[in-house]
Nanobody
Framework: QVRLVESGGGLVQAGGSLRLSCRYSGRLLNMIDMGWYRQAPGEDREWVTL???????NYADSVKGRFILSRDYIRDTMYLQMNSLKPEDTAVYFC????????????WGQGTQVTVSS
């Protein structure tokens, strides 16, 4: 079983920054990747970024150059540094982690609200 606990959301003005944290625990030997999705009101959940088990990162075009994903292996925590925030970044952000324990399993954090005012 894998558990994810998020923190760090809030309200920020356009152009500002926020850092989200996602602390993970559990059986991670066969991790495939981990990252973040977001969901704005009335919209589908949108992939934002991921990092693979060999530390390769990818970003959605909408956040490339503004968001930075990193991992702290000692604290078992993933961070999403969000810079130059825009009102269209407003959403609930969910961290996730995928593992292959005989079958592909995806675990989710509880979600954290990010609101960017114009």
């Amino acid at each position: 079983q894998v558990r994810l606990v998020e923190s760090g959301g809030g309200l920020v003005q356009a152009g500002g920054s926020l850092r989200l944290s996602c602390r993970y625990s559990g059986r991670l030997l066969n991790m495939i990747d981990m990252g973040w999705y977001r969901q704005a009101p009335g919209e589908d959940r949108e992939w934002v970024t991921l990092i693979t088990r060999d530390d390769t990162s990818n970003y959605a075009d909408s956040v490339k150059g503004r968001f930075i994903l990193s991992r702290d292996y000692i604290r078992d925590t993933m961070y999403l540094q969000m810079n130059s925030l825009k009102p269209e970044d407003t959403a609930v952000y969910f961290c996730y982690l995928r593992v292959n324990n005989l079958r592909i399993e995806t675990y989710w954090g509880q979600g954290t609200q990010v609101t960017v005012s114009s």
